[in-house]
């Protein structure tokens, strides 16, 4: 979801440093919530394996150009169950600023939008999984069907960030809007696979006993609410 350079230019980029202003201070909030809550070792061991894993998932992993941005395998909602809802923002933020301080320098200029692209989505998808997964459900016993609407969530929400960056920078001609078109396409055939991912890694967490009760993961991976 990286998107392409000169997208948004001038003046209008401020627009991308206060919304990343303001996810980022949202995910300090949750942060400052999560170490009250966890302590800050357990918060900072699954923050830096949060950064360690999107590094790999952005720099690694596949990923093609397609239309105003590029598909990657985020897996933002496997992060999301997994460590929890602040380490997996701080992931987030963090493995795409090492990924463009150290790989990718002219994503740079850029990491306000892509910043916001990926914690606004992520923090709506907090908020759904609190809806739909009830309370006495731990996260390694969630549905497909479960899985399925939280990255339907995320992948959405990336579609619909990236799309509105495109507008706002490009207009609405139509070679803009048939990159974007294209874009979201692509985008969203993340969404057939991310479920089964999730749901094949919390099958793992859960034959890994040793992990409950870790500092490492997020206590409601094993626990009720």
């Not at 302590?39 to 360690?52: D, K």
């Not at 790999?56 to 239309?67: A, I, K, R, S």
């Not at 709506?124 to 016993?141: G, Q």
Request: net charge neutral; proline share 4%.
């Amino acid at each position: 979801m990286h998107i392409e350079p000169g997208l948004v230019e001038g003046a209008k980029i401020f627009l991308s440093v206060a919304t990343a202003a303001g996810a980022l201070a949202y995910a300090a909030k949750l942060a400052v919530n999560t170490v009250k809550r966890d302590g800050l070792l357990a918060f900072a061991l699954r923050s830096a394996m949060a950064v360690a894993l999107v590094f790999c998932f952005f720099e690694v992993l596949p990923h093609h150009p397609v239309g105003v941005s590029e598909v990657h395998l985020i897996l933002g909602t496997t992060l999301l169950l997994v460590f929890g809802v602040a380490p997996a923002a701080i992931g987030l933020a963090g493995g795409l600023l090492v990924q463009g301080l150290f790989f990718a320098p002219f994503d740079l200029p850029q990491y306000g939008m892509n910043v916001t692209t990926l914690l606004v989505p992520l923090f709506a998808t907090a908020a759904l999984a609190r809806k739909i997964i009830p309370e006495s459900t731990a996260y390694v016993d969630i549905s497909y069907a479960q899985a399925f609407k939280l990255s339907v969530a995320y992948q959405g929400g990336i579609v619909v960030w990236v799309g509105f960056w495109a507008l706002y920078g490009r207009g609405v001609g139509a070679e803009n809007l048939a990159s974007v078109a294209s874009f979201g396409a692509a985008y969203m055939t993340i969404v057939l696979a991310e479920p089964l991912i999730d749901l094949g890694v919390l099958a793992l967490a859960k034959m890994m006993h040793r992990l409950q009760g870790s500092v490492a993961v997020d206590k409601r991976l094993y626990s009720a609410a």
